[in-house]
């Protein structure tokens, strides 16, 4: 086996230093009944890197990757370019295969990154510090909840019903177990978010008022005023962002009143890969609350020498020094992705997340108005960023599965997302990526199924 | 309040008269070594590494009235400059491609080139999770081959492919455990955890709103079973146990705890962190295990990243599988592989899903990284591997039970990792300077002061992809510190002398947390 | 004016009907350098044996008991600043939380100096 270096040699005379007769001999406290004596069967033996790549491919020949179609999903997942340099750069050895910075003085590479990273995060989301990233935006919206629940000693959460259901999901999965109360709704199919209806749902036993921006239709919520219904009642703000480009072209969320902002980073470097790893961002806009965040965190210190330098830090938050009072049991952050994040990140600068997303912004009104004129479509949106939700005139699910065999891919329909979803809504996504060519068959289609 | 962390203000790109080394540059730079400002002290708003088309200025908006009013303050740096200035960064890292990385616990094995090359397909980097299932069968189908291989390895009878890492797996496993009693109207409240176990536990069954007790260890570092027992009650819902367990040793009453548990009402949780001992050798369904996590980045070897992604998929015993977490994959006879998740759930009999754990199906990513990994090795190469595994270690504990304090050494052969201890060094002296030393002569250090039962512990875990004049080479050098420590040689409490950086002010960090950049002028 | 120890490495000075509280030097010794202090806030009402105040170190973090019950005067504001006070000056400037003595009777279980030695000498 190619990545075994023992010789049969080096296994006898290791043997012979630790007095055993065989590596079986090794497993004698394992019981004898229960003991398995050769390579489980019914398992195929081991193969060749040509052989399994050979596997591999067939299996993945039979997905239709989003490049080989014309493409607008988007729904939480974003398909953005991502520079060639970021990819070269985490594969470099020394970033992939090394493990979390516990010792920081040969970890300097990955400590500086994370700062640099928390710096990147905190400033795009407008707020005063950011961790080290969180598995997925998903599970940093829960952390955000459980993070308010314990600022505020206060256990009910009012939730936007256009906050992307699999969030509401997974936070209403969590409450189950923790006993906090999860006040949801759903979604209305209106031109502009319902802000009073969640505002009117803000009571004094709320912790946390939970909003995505843009929301999972695609409009763009007014957080200020919902912050200063939230504020009102002793509660917090979490605005849940899933496509950090907006940020580009949208006031930061820190600025208009967000106590925790979280999201998706995904479209930042990380690329589609089916669902995941994905990169969770999370940050607070009051410093003195730091104590009470979850996740890794890194700070600046000095060596014995006086120089600049980094470490973990705040580690008596996290589960193996708090045990059972720990801030969250999470102890994995996603560190590659994160540095592909902060590669990108660097790659655009200022200059290129706002051109970035201009350009976005440009292509969607482009498709937004061109997909309006499709006789039985209608444009929900009154605003939007770089996704949008249509209302046609059938069955939108169906109508994808059918584009899909034409090589488009026309979006996630609302019955996919909400189990109560109107069969009319699809929620289409226009990024950089997307041609003048893709919009035009899209329009095309719809006008050909549609008439 | 924010008190000036950097007392000199030194940053790389100043020039020192001295930084306290023999033969001082007034760089700070040392031939290959090479410092690095911040991406904020070398970037700059206007410089930017990727060529965007012109954008007309005079577009219409539909932003309303959100449009951004400020800069964010985002440095870039040109593409060339980007290069550099991750390269550089990189070599102040250490990682498995650069040496022995022998921490116990965390099974930093080989990272095989062709699962990087796999997990870069388009048909599995550049599909949407969201995608009609017609156009993503092969990414479904690599979600259901790896559950396969995990079930069948494991002798269980599902598993829940969702959870993020293995503590999240953990709390999968914890809460199908509370579902399963809730389903039977039974409102058990404490979980009993053996005091080696991983801190992960008790966050994870205290999360869970479980209290949790500890169940002491024997003097051989085992599990101690008759206070399990008499410990065990209608009051009980699980015992979450760690096989191998953290001081490095097979627990070889786990059936017998686990009949015990069961007969007792309550579950056997499993945390499989060390089933890289193991894989091939026994199966933990064989050994009564309702819940076990396996972190794909450790037995499976998808890479470690500097602190993650990781992946921890949980296999289920027949009485937990019908509560996994959605979504999950079902292939039919017609070959087809389905998505299950909340809208057809009953359609597949799944409606007793405590819930959903993540958003999409899970870290796709290193399903394919991990599977492809497996059909490398096959049922034998993972069989070899586990006794490679434990070969290496028990040999690196013979060869040091005589200049190291070995607490294990007479408890039988271990697993796949070695426990030594502190005692015996010099006054003054402890695991974490041993630990400094090991940087020096070019090595990661072991997992240090953990398990907890042990006292200054270390832990060695070499794993199977480690040459034996590697390990020699190791054994060598721990035989040297071992020997300074208790010679009390100061040197040694300075080390590391040879690092890009010398010890670091970890209380100054947390006393006074400087957690992002800001100009000078704004501190 | 008398000064008792707890089994918990904490310390309380009685003067008439009010007591300091603060960790021994023993303890600061074994948590190393402190990093964070967290004290009760005036008016908090604690039974004996409640969480009152947290101390943490670089890689430990302990929850600080109310040796007796009563209602909290003051905390010490000092430590937010300067936690490494608990480091440097235990007995005295670095003390956690001043409280009323509800239930003077709870003192009678408490060691004195002399038996606080022996007992950490025995650990």
Redesign the interface.
């Known amino acids: 086996m190619r990545y075994l270096p023992l010789t049969e040699a080096d296994r006898t005379e290791m043997l012979s230093v630790i007095g055993a007769p065989s590596v079986d001999a090794l497993f004698s406290d394992v019981p004898s009944d229960l003991y398995l004596e050769g390579p489980i069967t019914g398992l195929p033996l081991h193969a060749s890197e040509m052989a399994v790549e050979k596997h591999m491919r067939r299996l993945a020949g039979q997905n239709l990757a989003a490049s080989d179609a014309a493409f607008f999903l988007g729904a939480g997942a974003y398909k953005h370019h991502v520079p060639a340099t970021v990819d070269h750069l985490i594969q470099r050895g020394e970033f992939l295969t090394a493990y979390t910075p516990y010792q920081p003085e040969i970890a300097q590479g990955t400590l500086q990154i994370l700062f640099e990273f928390q710096t990147q995060v905190a400033r795009l989301y407008g707020c005063a510090v950011a961790n080290a990233s969180m598995y997925d935006g998903s599970t940093a919206c829960w952390e955000a909840v459980a993070m308010a629940a314990r600022v505020t000693r206060k256990k009910r959460h009012v939730l936007s019903g256009a906050l992307h259901p699999h969030y509401a999901e997974v936070v209403r999965t969590m409450a189950k177990f923790t006993e906090d109360e999860i006040a949801g709704a759903s979604v209305s199919l209106t031109a502009l978010p319902d802000d009073d209806g969640l505002i009117a749902r803000i009571d004094a036993n709320t912790a946390s008022v939970v909003v995505q921006y843009p929301d999972i239709l695609g409009r763009i919520p007014d957080l200020q005023k919902i912050a200063d219904a939230a504020h009102a009642h002793g509660a917090k703000l979490i605005v849940v962002n899933t496509e950090p480009v907006a940020l580009g072209a949208l006031e930061a969320p820190g600025h208009l009143g967000a106590d925790i902002v979280v999201g998706e980073g995904q479209s930042i470097g990380v690329g589609l890969q089916f669902g995941g790893p994905y990169l969770g961002l999370f940050a607070i806009t009051d410093p003195k609350l730091v104590r009470q965040m979850p996740g890794r965190l890194c700070g600046e210190t000095v060596d014995a020498n006086g120089k600049r330098g980094f470490v973990l830090t705040l580690s008596t938050r996290e589960q193996h020094i708090r045990r059972e009072k720990a801030t969250s049991n999470i102890c994995t952050n996603s560190g590659l992705c994160a540095l592909a994040f902060s590669i990108h990140m660097t790659l655009l600068g200022e200059k290129g997340l706002t051109g970035l997303a201009a350009e976005n912004h440009r292509l969607a009104c482009i498709a937004a108005d061109r997909l309006a004129k499709v006789p039985g479509v209608t444009v929900l949106n009154a605003q939007f960023f770089n996704e949008f939700t249509l209302l046609v005139e059938g069955d939108a699910r169906q109508i994808v599965r059918d584009l899909a065999a034409q090589n488009i891919l026309a979006g996630v329909s609302l019955a996919r997302l909400f189990p109560d979803g109107d069969a009319r809504g699809l929620l289409v996504a226009v990024t950089e990526t997307t041609t003048l060519e893709d919009i035009e068959t899209l329009a095309a289609a719809l006008e050909e199924m549609l008439s | ?1 924010n008190k000036p ?4 203000g ?3 790109g100043t020039p020192v008269a001295s ?2 080394s023999a033969h001082p540059t007034v760089t ?1 730079n040392k031939a290959l070594m090479l410092e ?1 400002p ?3 002290e070398s ?8 060529d ?2 012109e ?2 200025t005079d ?19 040109s ?1 060339p400059q ?2 550099r ?3 550089r ?10 040496g022995f ?1 022998p ?1 116990g616990s ?1 099974t ?1 094995k ?3 080139r ?1 699962n ?17 299932t ?6 479904l ?2 979600m259901n ?1 790896l559950a396969h ?1 995990l079930i ?2 494991t002798g269980m009878h599902g598993v829940a492919m969702s959870p ?5 797996g ?2 999968c496993g914890i ?1 199908c455990i ?1 579902a399963a009693l809730e389903a039977r109207g039974d409102a058990r409240k404490v979980v009993l955890v053996p005091e080696s176990a ?3 536990n ?8 479980y ?2 007790e500890d169940i002491p260890a024997t003097a051989e570092g085992r599990v101690d079973l008759e206070a399990l027992k008499a410990r065990l009650g209608p009051d009980v819902a699980a015992v979450m146990i760690t096989n191998p367990n953290t001081c490095g ?2 627990e ?1 009453d786990l ?1 017998e705890i686990s009949d015990a548990v069961h007969a007792a009402g309550g579950f056997v949780y499993c945390d499989g962190a060390n089933f890289n001992a ?1 894989m ?4 933990p369904g ?2 009564g295990v309702d819940a076990m996590h396996i972190n794909l980045h450790k037995t499976f070897s998808t ?9 921890g998929p949980v296999v289920l015993s027949e009485a937990l599988s019908p509560f996994g ?1 959605l979504p999950f994959t079902a292939k039919t006879a017609d070959g087809y592989v389905h998505l299950v998740e ?2 057809n759930a009953q359609e597949y009999d799944h409606v007793q899903a ?13 399903f ?1 990284r991990a ?2 990994y497996i ?7 993972l ?3 586990a ?2 595994a ?3 270690a ?2 690196i504990l ?2 040091l039970e005589s200049d190291l304090d070995a607490p294990f050494a007479a408890s ?2 271990c697993m796949h990792e070695a426990l030594f201890s502190d005692a015996g060094f010099a006054e003054g002296f402890s695991t974490l300077d041993l ?2 030393g090991l ?1 020096d002569e070019g090595f ?2 072991m997992t240090v ?2 398990p907890l039962v042990v006292h200054g512990a270390m832990l060695v875990e070499p794993t ?5 004049s590697g390990i020699d080479q190791f054994i060598m050098a721990m035989r040297s510190l071992a020997e300074r420590a208790k010679a009390g040689d100061a040197a040694l409490k ?1 080390a ?1 002398h040879h ?13 006074n ?5 800001s100009a000078p002028d704004e501190t | 004016m008398a000064r008792y120890f707890t089994e918990e490495h904490e310390w309380i000075e009685v003067d008439g009907e009010a007591a300091t509280i603060g960790i021994t030097d023993y303890a600061q010794e074994q948590l190393g350098d402190v990093v964070f202090v967290e004290v009760p806030q005036t008016g908090t009402a604690l039974e004996k044996g409640a969480e009152a105040a947290v101390v943490e170190s670089v890689k430990a973090a302990s929850d600080v008991y109310a040796p007796i019950s009563g209602e909290v005067l003051e905390g010490n504001g000092a430590l937010e600043a300067d936690p490494e006070l608990v480091n440097s000056s235990p007995e005295d400037e670095g003390w956690f939380f001043k409280m009323t003595v509800a239930d003077k009777s709870e003192l009678e279980g408490l060691m004195d100096a002399a038996a606080y030695k022996a007992f950490c000498d025995g650990l």
């Open positions: 309040m962390i950097n007392q000199s030194w940053k790389p930084d306290g700070g690095e911040l991406i904020f970037g700059g708003a206007d410089i930017c590494g990727v965007l088309p954008t007309p577009l219409p908006s539909r932003l309303g009235a959100f449009a951004r009013k400020d800069a964010i303050g985002l440095p870039g740096l593409e980007t290069v200035h991750y390269t960064l990189s070599r102040q890292n250490y990682g498995i491609d650069l990385f921490l965390c930093m080989h990272n095989p062709l990087e090359k796999v997990a870069r397909m388009p048909g599995f980097a550049d599909v949407h999770p969201m995608q009609p017609d156009t993503v069968q092969g990414a189908g690599v081959e291989w069948t390895l993020k890492a293995g503590a999240h953990e709390l809460l509370r991983h801190g992960t008790p966050a994870t069954a205290a999360f869970a709103g209290s949790t040793l097979f070889r059936k193991i091939g050798r026994v199966k064989d050994l890479p470690h990243g500097g602190g993650g992604p990781g992946s977490p909340e809208e405590f819930g959903r754990m993540t958003a999409f199906h899970g870290q796709m990513g290193m394919t599977l492809t059909l490398s090795h096959g049922a034998d190469g069989r070899q591997a006794g490679d434990v070969l290496n028990n040999y013979r060869q039988g052969p630990a400094k940087i990661h250090p002061y953990f199977e992809t480690e040459a034996k300075s590391p690092a890009p950086r010398a010890r670091l002010d970890e209380a100054q960090a947390a006393r947390p400087r957690l992002t950049w």
